[in-house]
Structures are given as C-alpha cells and as structure tokens.
C-alpha cells in the first residue's frame, strides 16, 4: 500500500517509528494528486512547495528528538472557506477570486501548533451554498466513485480528496449537512461538531447560527484525532463555549452494549432510495446484535426542518454577504458611480444559487414575521431532540435519502437540490453533534452513509458508536476504482 492511501494514525506510527519522512509522504500525496486531479477537481488552490517546506520542517525536529504532536507531518486539505495566512482564500467565488488571508483561522493556528501540513485549499459550492459542488465559479468536483456523479457538497472537494487518497485529512464546514451529506456520498467519515465546540473565527461565514467546521477522514479514528487538535474554546469566537474537551480517542471502543440508540420514524421517508434504507437498516441490525438496545422514536416537526432551515439559512446569508460590495477587499465591477458599482460588483461577482439565497433571505427579512416563525419552529426542533435525548444515548437515521446522483441532474431545479438535506439540517438547527460512516453500497457501487445524532458535547458517544461499528465492517477500507487504475 502507498503512504498516500494509508490512514493518519497509520502514518503516525511509520512517523514516530522513524520508518517514514514526513516528506515522503507529503510528496507521495503530490504525486496522487498529479495523477488523478484532473478526473476528479477537488482542489482550487494547491501549496506544494509551502508543504513540502513544513514537512522538512517536521522532519528536521524528529531528527533533533524534539516532542512532536499525534499529528505532526500529517498532510491535510482545508475546504476554501477557512482563511490561511497568505493563502489565496476563495470561497469558490469569482468576488475573492484574488483575495488572499491576511491572517489564519483559529482552527488553523491549531493545526500549525500541532505540525500538521497543508495541502491547499478544496472546491466548494460558492461561499457553501449547494449540496453538490456544482456551485463553485471555477469548476465542478467529481466523485471518485462514478467521475459521472456529484461528491455531495458543500464541502465537496474535501470529500472527494480523502475518497481519492489526495489528501490524508480534510477539513470542511457544515451549515446543513456539508460535512456529513458528502461524506455520505464519497464513503468517508464526516464529523459535524457541537455548535460551540470548534471555533468559527476565520470561517467566512455562510450562515453564522448554523455554520460549524469538522474533519472529514478515512476512519473513525482519524476524526477523534482531528477534533483532540481543533476543539477548544476561543475567545475571539463569541459564539465558543468554554466546556471541557476530553481526550476524543479513549472513546474509541468497540462496544455498544447497553448503548440505548433511537431510530426515528420521521426519517424513513417516501421518495428514499430503497437501497439506501436497506442499508441504513441493516446497520442498525448490526448495533442491534452487538448489544445495543434499539427503539423507535419520534421527532414530530421533523417535516417543518427543512422549510426552517431554508428561511434561517437565507436570511443569516443576505446578512453576512452584504459587505461584498466592492468597497473593501475582493472584486470590484468597473463603474461610474458608487451605486452602479455596488449592483454590478455583486450582480458579476455572484453565481446564481448566491444571488438566489440573497434574495430570498432579504425577502424574508422584510417580512421579519417569517423569520420569527422560523426561529420558533427551530426551538420546537430543538425540544424534539431533547425529549428523545432524555431516554436515549443516540439516535441513528440514514445521512442521505440517496446516493450520489448525476452532475447536472438536478441543476434545472434548485427546490429539488435541497432534498439531499433533508436528514441532515435538523441537527444544525438543533446544534447537536453528528456523524457520517459508510455502511454499505449500492449495486451500482456507490457508497452510502449512516448518520448517528447526539445530544450536545456527546461527541465521544457518537465516535464510540461509529468506531464499534467501523470495527465490525469493512466499508471504510473499500477504494473507488479510480484509485485502483493508477
């Protein structure tokens, strides 16, 4: 097996062992990306001479027996939302086309402290908005399983990078299920933290309620190790708590008995793939057996969700892109007057899902009456999950409603592209932590995703689960042919 392909825990050990240079990892990971990028585009931005630079630098404390980090030397990819110092930071949109970081994010100065090294920055749906990576100004992101088929999105090029082994470990940011949905949908592992638990600071924001970062990593392993790196309160995030981060690993263990996991009712909907909830049952069948006591439950205004979502996303979006008007920093439309500069900057510089959610959040606030509806129906989702918390440890439900369907298929009709949330934004309106894990294929080989929920700081119960789990199935270690045929 090449270094490129094997896990981050794996590369740590050849690390530690000094069997392997972080250097010949990093170039081994270059290499792949040489040979399959352009079947796949999930990079925008690449800095291999900047990280080939921190490997030697990695390399070099090694040799002087200096304490390194679990991670350090680690190679990593980081979704083109989160700022680097330097960097070029995009958002996938022709208005930062040109904008480079004057300074790093939070979870970024945490992934130097710790050594890891950086990649370059993934596509995305334009500034997160879109559930396929087909929203991105530059280019469209493949699947790695079917090149035909979109990787999920937003954060779809960090999907496609770990599937494709161009990449070891992968940050993205989830407003409604952009970690886990492509997750799902590339047959990796996507965390989405509590609300809170990782810091937004140097996130542009989508939508500023519901945004949160995570790792998206080939095991589940490799995520617990993420998160020990990158939770933690941060003051200069007014939205951070400061609450407890325990060691996420010693949650790694295989066993689930006694664990009370709930399977609501609410998510086996009509219109799912039939492959899919075959899957997501059979899993379930599995905890079942390894002793977890499972029980039906119900989360009555799961259907109002995504309608909810819709209104809040919208709104916090007109809000938090109205200062890309030309006037401070990224793309300025020529024009004789400041007005007809405001409208032709964002009129140029948006794509059309932007300028949609634009719209409709400003339409939304003008009628303030929606958005209060809104907020109160996503307390009442919220009281769902709290209900059902109190009797249960977590809750399993499938993460996609189907596999990864065909780029294009559903560009006509931007309603529709909204479905493949469905199972995932109730979790962002509640600011509950969640998983996705491969649990299976369809017989068209693409992967699907087991979605496990927890109440808020759980993290450790859900990695607990998934690691049982992943521990008692092989749907991690598969590989897309594209892998194969190099």
Same mark, same amino acid.
């Given at each position: 097996m090449k270094l490129n392909e094997l896990t981050a825990h794996e590369i740590r050990e050849l690390i530690r062992k000094g069997e392997v240079s972080s250097e010949e990892v990093t170039k081994s990971v270059f290499e792949r990306i040489?040979? &399959?990028? @352009?079947?796949?585009?999930?990079?925008?931005?690449?800095? @291999?001479?900047?990280?080939? $630079?921190?490997?030697?630098? &990695?390399?070099?404390?090694?040799?002087? %027996? @200096? %304490?390194?980090?679990?991670?350090? !030397?680690?190679?990593?990819?980081?979704?083109?939302?989160?700022?680097?110092?330097?960097?070029?930071?995009?958002?996938?949109?022709?208005?930062?086309?040109? #904008?480079?970081?004057?300074?790093?994010?939070? &979870?970024?100065?945490?992934?130097?402290?710790?050594?890891?090294? #950086?990649?370059? %920055?993934?596509?995305?749906?334009?500034f997160a908005m879109g559930s396929s990576t087909e929203n991105s100004a530059f280019e469209i992101t493949h699947n790695p399983w079917d090149l035909e088929a979109i990787p999920g999105g937003s954060s779809g090029g960090s999907a496609a990078t770990i599937a494709s082994?161009?990449?070891?470990?992968?940050? +993205?940011?989830?407003? +409604?299920?952009s970690i886990r949905q492509p997750a799902s949908l590339c047959g990796v592992v996507g965390l989405k933290p509590t609300y809170g638990r990782v810091s937004r600071y140097g996130l542009i924001a989508f939508a500023s309620s519901l945004d949160q970062i995570g790792p998206i990593t080939k095991d589940v392993r490799d995520s617990a190790l993420l998160m020990n790196v990158i939770s933690g309160y941060d003051e200069r995030d007014s939205t951070s708590c400061n609450y407890p981060v325990p060691d996420y690993t010693e949650s790694l263990i295989s066993d689930v008995k006694g664990v009370k996991i709930g399977v609501p009712k609410e998510y086996f909907v009509k219109g799912m793939d039939e492959e899919v909830e075959k899957s997501v049952k059979d899993a379930i069948g599995l905890l079942e057996k390894l002793g977890a006591k499972v029980e039906e439950v119900f989360l009555p205004h799961t259907e109002y969700a995504l309608a909810t979502y819709c209104l809040i996303v919208s709104t916090e979006a007109s809000t938090d892109l109205a200062y890309y008007d030309g006037v401070g920093y990224g793309y300025r439309a020529q024009s004789r007057n400041l007005d007809e500069m405001y409208q032709n900057t964002r009129e140029k510089g948006f794509g059309d899902e932007v300028k949609r959610r634009i719209m409709l959040g400003t339409y939304v606030f003008s009628h303030y009456d929606y958005y209060l %509806?809104?907020?109160?129906?996503?307390t009442l989702v919220k009281e769902d999950f709290d209900k059902v918390f109190e009797k249960c440890d977590c809750l399993i439900t499938p993460t996609s409603p189907t596999p990864a369907f065909k780029i294009g298929e559903k560009m006509d009709d931007p309603l529709r592209m909204y479905f493949p949330?469905?199972?995932?934004?109730?979790?962002?309106?509640?600011?509950?932590? +969640?998983?996705?894990?491969?649990?299976? #294929?369809?017989?068209? +080989?693409?992967?699907? !995703?087991?979605?496990?929920?927890?109440?808020? #700081?759980?993290?450790?119960?859900?990695? $607990? &689960?998934?690691?049982?789990?992943?521990?008692?199935?092989?749907?991690? $270690?598969?590989r897309p042919a594209i892998c194969d045929s190099q």
């Open positions: 040489e040979k &399959v990028e @352009k079947k796949i585009n999930s990079f925008v931005t690449l800095t @291999k001479e900047e990280a080939l $630079r921190e490997a030697r630098s &990695v390399d070099e404390k090694i040799r002087k %027996k @200096k %304490k390194i980090s679990p991670l350090a !030397g680690v190679p990593i990819a980081i979704k083109d939302n989160m700022c680097i110092d330097g960097v070029l930071t995009t958002c996938s949109s022709k208005i930062l086309e040109n #904008f480079r970081s004057p300074y790093d994010a939070t &979870v970024i100065k945490r992934l130097k402290a710790n050594d890891l090294v #950086f990649i370059g %920055k993934t596509n995305m749906d334009e082994d161009e990449a070891i470990l992968a940050l +993205g940011s989830d407003t +409604g299920g %509806k809104a907020q109160k129906v996503r949330d469905i199972f995932t934004v109730p979790a962002n309106l509640a600011g509950i932590p +969640g998983i996705s894990i491969p649990c299976g #294929f369809t017989k068209k +080989g693409l992967p699907v !995703g087991l979605q496990i929920l927890a109440k808020p #700081f759980a993290e450790e119960t859900i990695l $607990r &689960v998934a690691y049982s789990y992943e521990q008692n199935t092989g749907w991690h $270690r598969r």
